[in-house]
């Protein structure tokens, strides 16, 4: 069962590797890793951590059950719990950090903690406007496991390409006169 993130209950970590700069071989810091797919059992666990947050906010929790009703959980119910844990994100809902996705520190690590056993696919996404982007994907199983230190490990290499640069033509600005 995934877990909220707390000082006072330590997480066993199930993924964890490195984003690499294909030009350079050195760690990007920086790039958001998301779980592009995972078993059911996380997705649901996903799913139990969001309705935790929206229990407080009524309006959406209305609408999430909706959505939801009594479907059953699928692949594709990731991508739901993705975009209104995005939603919790830019509203700042979120009291501990999204356990969908990581960002990599400064040399170039991520991890994720407390992840049920199957198979992973993971997404390392670099943007920064107007200079670099980038995104690789790979695949991990994640293995039941009782050891403390024990945790599949993934490695991504990542090719920057130029980003585009961004002008006033860009940005459709109307104006009232």
Same mark, same amino acid.
């Given at each position: 069962m995934l877990t909220s993130i707390r000082p006072d209950h330590p997480q066993r970590v199930a993924i964890a590797g490195t984003v690499i700069n294909a030009a350079t071989q050195e760690g990007l810091p920086q790039v958001r890793v998301r779980i592009a797919h995972a078993p059911l059992a996380c997705v649901q666990d996903f799913l139990t951590i969001l309705e935790e947050v929206l229990v %407080?906010? *009524?309006h959406?929790? /209305?609408?999430?059950q909706r959505l939801m009703g009594e479907r059953p959980v699928t692949s594709a119910t990731l991508k739901l719990a993705q975009v209104l844990f995005? /939603?919790?994100e830019r509203n700042q809902w979120l009291a501990t950090p999204r356990p969908d996705q990581a960002l990599t520190g400064g040399d170039g690590h991520y991890c994720f903690v407390?992840? *049920?056993p199957g198979d992973y696919g993971l997404t390392a996404t670099l943007y920064i406007p107007n200079l670099c982007q980038? %995104?690789?994907?790979?695949?991990?199983r994640v293995d039941p496991s009782d050891q403390w230190l024990a945790f599949s490990a993934l490695d991504l290499t990542l090719s920057r390409s130029e980003a585009p640069r961004l002008t006033s033509s860009h940005y459709n600005i109307s104006y009232a006169v």
């Open positions: %407080s906010h *009524p959406l929790m /209305a609408h999430y995005d /939603a919790c407390e992840l *049920p980038g %995104s690789t994907h790979g695949r991990v």
